[in-house]
Structure formats: C-alpha cells, structure tokens
C-alpha cells in the first residue's frame, strides 16, 4: 500500500523524537505497537549526532519483534506539506526506507501508517552491536544536533514518561553515561 492514500487522512508511527516531536500538525495521537520490528540503535549518526570521523547512533526500526510508540494522524489537508517535512528530516541520507505497515492502535484498530525502517544495505546501518560498542558510540558522538549521549537521555526519558520500557536502551544509556563520566575525569587529571 502507497503513502498516502490521496484524498484520506494518513497516519505516521512514531519510535524515537517523532514521539514527543512531530515535526506536522496531527489530528489524533495514540499509542499504538508494529510487528515486525523493534526500537533500535542501529544507526551510525554521521552528520546530526556525530561526525563520518566520530560517529553517534541514532535509532532505526529492525527487523524482528515488536516496537510500542505512537501513531499520529495526519489531516488530509495536511498530508503534502507533511510529507514535505517528513522527507526532509528523515530522509536526508536515505538511511531508512519509508514503508507502508500495519500498526495496532491502543482503541483496537489497526490502520496503515508510515515507519521508516533501517536499510540494512546502507553504510550507516550498525545493527547487531553490542551493548558496549553502542555505549561507546553514543559517548563519543557529537554532531550539528548535539550530542549522541544527550540524544539518548531524552530519548529514555520521553520513553519513560509514555510507560514504555525499553530495556536496552536504559542499558546501553547507563554504559555511555559511565564512559563519559571516565573521560571528563581522565581529562580533568591530564589537562594537556
């Protein structure tokens, strides 16, 4: 199925900043789960949250499992321009692979929406680390946006406030928070 269906309203699945920041006026936000796929850091973040020599992680959506975040509901009216601001801000780099998937939404009903979903093929994917290579990613990324470490911070707490668990990335956010602790105190001890 295309997005979006000319003429209707269309809906976006949000895992990450589209969550608490959408980027198009919505007409309905509910929590909702895709199937298929779950939350990851899997993205080597070259340009807004690291750079090609230092890069940062930001997430994607993998293969497998499921993914619980919010579906948004576009107006119709709103769609193009919403599409517009949707590519620009997610489809820079053509890291992900805008798809059309079912999502199960918190009232029972299951509506087609846009995900972008990580490409596997593309030299930024970094699926399959470990919770330690991704710590030290995070801890070393800074980019135009910011840091990475920053990033994840607001990315757990937003998922926190929603009452989503997501174990990993608590995980991997304790570690790169460890690991920047350890540098700022090696770096105060040797000034050079």
Known sequence: MSWPVPGQDAWV??????????????????????HGYHRALCILSVRNRGTPERPGLALGLDRGGSCSGFAFRIPTDEVPAAKVRLWEREMALDVYAPRTLPVRLDDGRRVPALVFVARPEHPQYAGHLTTAEAAALVAQGVGGYGAALDYLRNVVRHLDQSAIVDRPLHAVLALAEDLGRNAVETEAKDPS
């Open 13 to 34: 699945f949000g895992y990450g900043s589209l969550m608490w920041d959408p980027c198009f006026p919505c007409a309905e936000t509910l929590r909702a789960v895709l």
